[in-house]
């Protein structure tokens, strides 16, 4: 099964009712794909995240001809799974906001409900976020606090928290890219530590028996 980490840059929070402005697909093999459609509705406030201009935007592909080349790119993958970053912060709660908006332009524009689980192979995504918040929870890295005190993590503060840097985010070519060195750096934490969590879960365990 093949691997893709892709994030979007989107009109709103919403998947339901916002658009997809620009995707982009990361294999590891090296092979990229990036995404972009003209919205229908524009959204200023969008634009001052994404940095993408209306006059920029409105020189993309048209919905249908940028969905319809996305999928037969995704054809060559006989089974795949989307690793995306997959904050629940979004309008509607815990979702995969990216997997979600994806399929609802390709309800949008014709596709079938469920159309990339049921036709193209798609299998459940894996959400980096919640491997963010174990690690963290294990005590192998400290996250950043926000204003309010709390632990953060967006994926910015944890790529922070990591690596002691920053990278332009709400970009979605530097938001996959730092998305696959975040989800690769947390793995060798965990790998590196099995053996010590291993003796610490058993030692916990022994000392309640």
């Not at 790119?73 to 309008?91: G, H, P, S, V």
Request: aromatic fraction near 14%.
């Amino acid at each position: 099964m093949v691997n893709i980490f892709f994030d979007s840059e989107t009109t709103g929070i919403n998947p339901y009712v916002s658009e997809v402005i620009e995707m982009y697909f990361h294999v590891n093999d090296g092979t990229n794909y990036h995404y972009k459609a003209r919205p229908l509705e524009w959204s200023y406030e969008a634009e001052a995240i994404h940095k993408i201009s209306y006059a920029q935007a409105m020189t993309y592909p048209d919905k249908m001809e940028a969905l319809t080349n996305l999928i037969e790119w995704l054809k060559q993958f006989k089974e795949f799974r989307f690793i995306n970053y997959a904050n629940k912060n979004t309008q509607l709660g815990c979702i995969n906001f990216d997997v979600a908006i994806l399929e609802n332009e390709l309800n949008l524009v014709g596709y079938p409900f469920y159309f990339l689980q049921n036709k193209l192979g798609m299998k459940k995504a894996e959400s980096v976020y919640y491997l963010a918040k174990e690690c963290a929870k294990l005590g192998l890295f400290t996250p950043i606090k926000n204003t309010s005190g709390r632990d953060s993590f967006s994926q910015e503060n944890v790529f922070k928290a990591l690596f002691k840097s920053k990278y332009n985010a709400h970009n979605c070519v530097d938001d996959v890219l730092s998305l696959v060195i975040i989800r690769e750096h947390l793995l060798r934490l965990l790998d590196e530590n099995k053996t010590k969590l291993l003796w610490s879960w058993t030692h916990h365990s022994q000392s309640f028996s």
